[in-house]
């Protein structure tokens, strides 16, 4: 068997499909102001669980708040193959740096919830 040149192998050109550029929600954390994107197909459908599982809560420790999500994406999203408590986490630390959630304690238990509306006069 002879050895291979690659100088006369004809070259093959690769061409990249392009990647559908698709729409990015910057994150930002509440304490650190660090930032990252994550893609709004994800961001919108947990940003959306969260809330309608908080809603009418007087508040929910992580883990409870976490199992609501996982129920609620498994449902929406059945293919979604990633973490969902890390989403969840990443998810509302924005939400909370955006003052629709807030995060206080009780009892010695840290809590999430709505932040609770002015009453209308």
């Known amino acids: 068997m002879c050895p291979t040149d690659e100088r006369f192998l004809p ?9 559908a550029k698709t729409k990015r929600v910057t994150t930002t954390h509440p304490r650190t ?9 994800i961001y919108e459908p947990f940003k959306a669980a969260i809330i309608q599982s908080l809603k009418g809560s007087k508040g929910k420790t992580f883990t409870e708040l976490t199992d609501d999500v996982v129920s609620i994406i498994k449902k929406k999203m059945p293919d979604f193959k990633k973490s ?4 969840t986490i990443s998810i ?7 003052g629709i959630v807030e995060t206080f304690s009780e009892k010695g238990k840290k809590l999430n919830r709505l932040p609770p509306r002015p009453l209308k006069e």
């Not at 102001?33 to 197909?41: E, K, Y």
């Not at 969902?84 to 989403?87: D, R």
């Open 84 to 87: 969902i408590p890390w989403y």
């Open 33 to 41: 102001g660090s930032q990252f994107n994550i893609s709004a197909d």
């Open 92 to 98: 509302r630390l924005d939400l909370e740096s955006r």
């Open 11 to 19: 070259k093959k050109t690769i061409t990249m499909a392009k990647a």
